[in-house]
């Protein structure tokens, strides 16, 4: 496994191997990463000849200071994991190395960015598609993989690579969860053990929602679903929302769509968390 934090060094590297006709997988994290990132890494080693995780905490898609600060760094570490699974090419960059001058970029995903995390993290969407579609320009992979936690991002990232006509095909992968629920996520190792042994609650609540699904309306489910998280210590809902799966709208009835998701975003502490279940 090679460590490039050089876009030029990178690129050549990458150059050569498509000489050569391999096809080129690639996964972009921020770090810190766990079981979640490495199921993206072995669909990519199942589907490609080389394999890159790029790492690199993107500071313009964060909307929250505290957030980019607390954010956990754990370079050395996150290489073990990688080199273990069978990762071909690192790329690390520095902020500098991506971003040498001011950014001037703007998208415009229309609704799809109007709601949920959207709504809520003003320009996050703008940062990740400016890197994303950076990271997509250095390494050229035939594919790139992203987790259904961030469920939003990935319609963001497949409306991008529409938009840019860009010659790669995106594949969503399904969320990793640990053993009680709670989906993988690099934030949650800042959560208190107290935090933590509540934090399965939102996979829990996503799980009743399904249940009552049919049973109750959507918007006696979503009053009920708020008042339950926010009576567990230290939790703040911040939405929930159901919708539909193709264009992330809201919907009010059961019936308006045929492929419905149940998101939820909220605080634990000062965490933020979210998650999301397929209801229909
Ligand atoms: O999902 C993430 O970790 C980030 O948003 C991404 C896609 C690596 C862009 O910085």
Same mark, same amino acid.
């Given at each position: ?35 979640g ?20 905490? !993107?500071?313009?898609?964060? !909307? !929250?200071?505290?957030? #980019?600060?607390?954010y956990? &760094?754990?370079?050395?570490d996150?290489?073990?994991? #990688? ?64 987790g ?5 991002? #990935? ?9 840019? !006509?860009?010659?790669?095909e995106?594949?969503?992968?399904? %969320? %990793? ?9 690099? &934030? ?10 509540i ?6 609540? #996503? ?8 049973? &109750?309306?959507?918007g ?51 965490? &933020? ?7 229909k």
């Amino acid at each position: 496994m090679i460590v490039y934090t050089s876009i030029k060094d990178i690129q050549s590297a990458i150059r050569q191997h498509r000489a050569d006709g391999h096809s080129i997988g690639f996964v972009p994290t921020m770090g810190a990463l766990h079981r979640g990132h490495i199921s993206l890494l072995e669909q990519s080693i199942k589907e490609n000849d080389i394999n890159i995780v790029s790492i690199f905490i !993107n500071p313009i898609q964060f !909307n !929250n200071k505290q957030d #980019l600060e607390k954010y956990p &760094r754990t370079l050395e570490d996150d290489c073990k994991k #990688l080199e273990e699974a069978g990762c071909s090419i690192v790329f690390a960059p520095s902020a500098g190395e991506m971003y040498p001058e001011e950014v001037k970029e703007h998208y415009d995903f229309g609704q799809l960015e109007k709601v949920m995390e959207g709504e809520h993290r003003s320009g996050h969407f703008n940062g990740v598609a400016v890197v994303v579609k950076r990271l997509f320009d250095i390494c050229m992979p035939n594919k790139a993989y992203f987790g259904e936690k961030d469920f939003q991002q #990935l319609a963001i990232i497949k409306a991008l690579v529409e938009q840019e !006509n860009m010659p790669l095909e995106i594949i969503g992968c399904p %969320i %990793i969860r640990e053993e009680d629920g709670l989906a993988m996520s690099s &934030r949650n190792v800042r959560l208190s053990p107290e935090e933590r042994s509540i934090a399965p609650e939102i996979f829990k609540s #996503l799980n009743w929602i399904r249940q009552q699904a049919g049973e &109750r309306s959507i918007g006696e489910i979503l009053i009920l679903a708020e008042e339950k998280l926010n009576a567990m210590p230290g939790m703040k809902v911040e939405y929930i929302c159901i919708a539909d799966e193709d264009t992330l709208m809201p919907v009010q009835s059961w019936d308006e769509a045929d492929n419905i998701r149940a998101f939820i975003a909220l605080f634990m502490g000062d965490v &933020r968390l979210i998650d999301n279940l397929k209801i229909k």
